[in-house]
């Protein structure tokens, strides 16, 4: 059985691995396949946030009663994180590969620094918290996960 927060980091790494693939692309001038690679990225990333935002912190607001300010804290960082795609994005289809690098590194920055908060304190929490309730929501996150992969 998954908790929380193993398929929480296994989702963190497999996006991860998908934008290595566009990194790689770009670094050799492959547009159309890092155009590829970015869109499976970018809606891993989006189903990702959704599933956290609709599944996950409703359920620990609801168990904890409240609790805004570190899960607002988290929300702003997940807006960030899009907006920081969406620069990605269009740096792509310009094919600048210099703007591309340049939002890279942003991007890397706040999603280690974001990544963190989450795996090392948000989601052990969560399991402890939510411990009785892992299956269920496990198996939530895992069928809107993975039910609009490709």
Known sequence: ??????????????????????????????????????????????????????????????????????????RVEHQRIRAIVDRLHHALCRSDPVDFMLHTETLALLMQQHNVKEEDMLYPLLDRILGSRTVEIVCAMREKLESTIQ
């Open 1 to 74: 059985m998954d908790t929380i927060c193993d398929y929480l980091v296994y989702d963190h790494q497999r996006c991860d691995a998908l934008f290595s693939q566009v990194e790689t692309s770009v670094a050799s001038r492959e547009w159309p396949r890092a155009e590829q690679s970015f869109r499976l990225f970018s809606s891993a990333v989006d189903r990702h946030i959704r599933t956290e935002e609709g599944i996950l912190f409703p359920t620990f607001e609801k168990a904890i009663r409240g609790s805004g300010m570190p899960l607002g804290m988290l």
